[in-house]
C-alpha cells in the first residue's frame, strides 16, 4: 500500500448509489467495521419507521434508537444508550442533525460510528466535528469521522429540494475559505496545509461549473463525493480552516442575530460571494453567483429576507463569531458606515 494512502485518515468505506440504506447489512458484514453483529441504529423522527422497514431483513439483530432532534441533550442521551448497551458501531441514517448528533454520541461511547446520508445539506456527513444545539444557541464540537460513509440517492431524490440545493453552497465556499487561509498565511505566518487545501478546492471546482442539476444522478454523486472529499480536507487539517473562512464567519453571525432566516449551506455560498466580492475578485464572484443562480440559491440578502441594515449587521459581527480566525473580514478591518456601503454596492451589482 503506498505510504499517502497509509497515512490519509479516509474511511473503510464510501458508496454513493441507490438503495444504500437497504445494502447497510453488506457494510457492517465487514470485519474491520463489526465483528460482534452488536450493532446500534440511530434515525431522526421524520423517516424512522421507512428506514426500520428497511434495515430489518438484513439487521435482525440491531437495535434502533430515535434522535429527536440535533441537541446536544438527544446526542448525550443517546450516548447514554450506547454505553448500556456495550455495542460496537452505531449507525446514524438521515440528515445533518440525525447525523451529527449520532457522531457526538459515539465519540461519548467511545465507539466508532458508520453514517449513511439521506440528503447532502453540508459537508457533515464526513467532518470531523458536529454542529448541535444547546441552551445557550448552537456550537460545533470535535468528533472522530465516521468508520464508513453512504450516501442513499433514493432518500436524496425525495428529500425537499432546498436542503439538497444547500450542499452546493457550502462546497463552493471552501474557494473563499482557501483564499481567506492563504491570506492569514501571508499576512500572521499561520501555517497552511497544502494538501488539505487541494482536496478542499478539489471539491468545490469539481462542481461550481456543471449544469447539470439536482434531478441527476450524476450530479448528486459529484455533489455527494465534494461534500465527503471537503469533510476529509478537514480531518488532513486538524481543524475547520479549508471549508470556513469569512463566509462561515458571516453564516453564524446571521444565525445569531437572525436565527431561522436559512439554512447552513445557502448562508455559506452568499457568505462567500459577498467576500469574494470584497477582495474584488471580479472574476470569482461572477462565477460563484453564476452557480448559486443556476441551483436556485439566494444571491442576495433579500433573498433570504433580509434587508441591507440587517446583512450589515450580521458582517459587523461576524469576525467575533470565530476569534483568532483571520479573514478578509479581518483583514480590511471595516468600519459599520464601510460595510453598509459595501453591502448597498454588493446588492446594486448582484441583485435580480
Excluded at 452505531?90 to 467511545?110: C, E, R
Excluded at 439521506?118 to 467532518?127: E, K, P, R, V, Y
Aim: glycine share 10%; with cysteine; hydrophobic share 45%.
Amino acid at each position: 500500500m503506498p505510504l499517502l494512502a497509509r497515512m490519509l485518515p479516509a474511511p473503510l468505506t464510501m458508496a454513493v448509489r441507490r438503495g444504500a440504506v437497504a445494502q447497510l447489512g453488506a457494510v457492517l458484514a465487514d470485519s474491520r467495521v463489526a465483528t460482534s453483529g452488536r450493532v446500534a441504529v440511530a434515525v431522526g423522527p421524520g423517516q424512522g419507521d421507512h428506514i426500520e422497514g428497511l434495515i430489518a431483513p438484513t439487521l435482525d439483530e440491531a437495535e434502533v434508537f430515535r434522535v429527536a432532534d440535533g441537541t446536544v441533550d438527544a446526542a448525550v442521551s443517546l450516548g447514554a444508550d450506547l454505553r448500556k448497551g456495550a455495542y460496537e458501531v452505531v449507525v446514524g441514517v438521515g440528515g445533518g442533525k440525525t447525523i451529527d448528533a449520532t457522531k457526538y454520541a459515539a465519540s461519548l461511547a467511545g465507539i466508532p460510528m458508520v453514517a449513511v446520508a439521506t440528503n447532502l445539506s453540508h459537508d457533515g456527513i464526513c467532518s470531523p466535528t458536529a454542529s448541535l444545539v444547546y441552551e445557550g444557541g448552537k456550537g460545533t464540537f470535535g468528533v472522530p469521522m465516521p468508520l464508513a460513509i453512504l450516501v442513499d440517492l433514493d432518500f436524496v431524490h425525495s428529500a425537499p429540494r432546498s436542503l439538497v440545493r444547500a450542499g452546493v453552497g457550502d462546497v463552493v465556499s471552501n474557494l473563499s475559505a482557501i483564499d481567506d487561509w492563504q491570506l492569514s498565511n501571508v499576512e500572521r505566518g499561520e501555517p497552511i496545509d497544502g494538501l488539505a487545501c487541494s482536496m478542499a478546492r478539489t471539491a468545490a471546482e469539481a462542481l461550481i461549473g456543471r449544469s447539470d442539476s439536482i434531478d441527476s444522478d450524476a450530479f448528486l454523486t459529484v455533489l455527494a463525493e465534494s461534500l465527503i472529499l471537503s469533510g476529509m480536507s478537514m480531518v488532513i487539517a486538524g481543524s475547520s480552516r479549508p471549508a470556513s473562512g469569512g463566509d462561515h464567519e458571516i453564516l453564524h453571525a446571521v444565525d445569531q442575530l437572525f436565527p431561522g432566516t436559512s439554512n447552513h449551506g445557502e448562508l455559506a455560498g452568499i457568505g462567500a460571494a459577498f467576500c469574494f466580492f470584497l477582495r474584488d475578485d471580479t472574476a470569482r464572484v461572477r462565477q460563484v453567483t453564476d452557480c448559486l443562480r443556476r441551483h436556485e440559491l439566494p444571491v442576495v440578502p433579500s433573498d433570504i429576507g433580509l434587508s441591507t441594515e440587517q446583512f450589515a449587521e450580521a458582517i459587523a459581527l461576524a469576525p467575533a463569531t470565530r476569534p483568532g480566525r483571520y479573514t478578509i473580514l479581518e483583514h480590511l478591518r471595516m468600519q459599520e458606515s464601510e460595510i453598509r456601503d459595501r453591502v448597498e454596492d454588493y446588492v446594486r451589482a448582484f441583485g435580480r
